[in-house]
Nanobody, 124 residues
């Protein structure tokens, strides 16, 4: 499966952004999907994940209550609605597809396919 992320940009603290990731060349509905981010000088970190059928969602503690992940298997898309953005949310955001089990859903090496990343910058 190939992934293309979009929707990043420059916003002020407190504002919202919606990231989208569209999949092609694969059976999207089979994959669990994840969003990860990487800030300059830091390791890539898990942000949110969603099971193949949307039945379960997962969030890092830093975004829980502010971000919402969703997917539309008919459109081969997974979205990340980011609300109340903070400067510390500034990073390149990546979508990923894979078959993680519950205990590995937050691990980047559980995902075999990655999009190219989209930059999110939050000014204070």
């Amino acid at each position: 499966v190939q992934l293309q992320a979009s929707g990043g940009g420059l916003v002020q603290a407190g504002e919202s952004l919606k990231l989208s990731c569209v999949a092609s060349r694969g059976t999207f509905s089979r994959y669990s999907m994840g969003w990860f981010r990487q800030a300059p000088g830091k390791e890539r970190e898990f942000v949110s994940g969603i099971r193949y059928n949307g039945g379960s969602t997962y969030y890092s503690e830093s975004v829980k209550g502010r971000f919402i992940i969703s997917r539309d298997n008919a459109k081969n898309t997974v979205d990340l609605q980011m609300n109340t953005l903070k400067p510390e949310d500034t990073a390149v955001y990546y979508c990923a597809a894979g078959f993680p089990i519950t205990s590995t859903i937050k691990l980047s090496n559980a995902y075999a396919h990655w999009g190219q990343g989209t930059q999110v910058t939050v000014s204070s």
